[in-house]
């Protein structure tokens, strides 16, 4: 089965300095994998995604992550955090064997201090 | 840009009544998903549809849950007797253009008192 781990419940920054959001899989299979973002009261909107194309991958508002299998991680990082990147991020992984369901991981909450 | 729409955007119910969410996805799309995040907690999948039939269910989505496709347009999710715990907000996705993107509505918050 397939599973996502996201190893910081909490991140806090600096404006202007980088962000680091770490997540580790666990895939029998060759996954795809995201990041969704969520901002308070809203819904999920996709940062960016990995399907075995290119394994760094650019995103919206910055961020990209690099897919590393050899470490099954799928880091999300973003050179300089802005007050807007507030929010919860999700890393998820897609089982593309069956009916494509969206794993979540548990979220990592960023704060932006200015 | 087209997006998903859902309906109510908060919904409160007392235990043992029948809730209905709806949901509007995006024009062409024929994979429907409905997903739930209850409150400090991570989004759990509860059942995947495709061609008017549950392709997927997870082991959430008991005999108290439905969904259906009425009018070839909104897809529903039914809990016919709700309890406590399922106040959640429920999120509705689509996928369909071949991009293995799932699109998400803002969701549902239901309460149930």
């Known amino acids: 089965a397939q599973s996502v781990t996201q190893l910081d419940s909490h991140v806090s920054v600096s404006e202007g300095t980088p962000v680091l959001l770490r997540c580790n899989y666990s895939?029998?299979?060759?996954?795809?994998l995201f990041w969704y973002v969520q901002h308070p009261n809203k819904g999920l909107q996709l940062l960016l995604k990995?399907?075995?194309?290119?394994?760094l991958v650019k995103g919206i508002n910055g961020f990209e992550a690099e897919f590393k299998k050899s470490e099954t991680s799928f880091h999300l990082t973003k050179p300089s955090a802005h007050m807007s990147d507030a929010a919860e991020y999700f890393c998820?992984?897609?089982?593309?064997?069956?009916?494509?369901?969206?794993?979540f991981g548990s979220g990592t909450r960023l704060l932006v201090r200015p | 840009e087209p997006e998903v729409t859902q309906t109510p955007s908060h919904q409160v119910t007392q235990m043992g009544q029948e809730v209905i969410l709806r949901c509007v996805p995006i024009?062409?799309?024929?994979?429907f998903y409905w997903y739930r995040q209850i409150l400090g907690q991570k989004v759990e999948f509860l059942v995947s549809?495709?061609?008017?039939?549950?392709?997927?269910k997870s082991e959430i989505f008991d005999d108290q849950f439905s969904v259906e496709r009425p009018d070839g347009s909104n897809f529903t999710l039914k809990i016919r007797s709700t309890k406590l715990e399922d106040s959640a907000m429920y999120f509705c996705?689509?996928?369909?253009?071949?991009?293995?993107?799932?699109?998400f509505g803002p969701g549902t918050r239901l309460t149930v008192t």
């Open positions: 998820v992984v897609s089982e593309m064997d069956s009916s494509y369901k969206l794993i």
């Open positions: 895939s029998s299979y060759s996954p795809s």
């Open positions: 990995y399907t075995s194309a290119a394994t």
């Open positions: 024009s062409n799309h024929l994979y």
């Open positions: 549809f495709y061609n008017n039939e549950i392709s997927e």
């Open positions: 996705a689509t996928e369909g253009d071949g991009s293995y993107e799932q699109y």
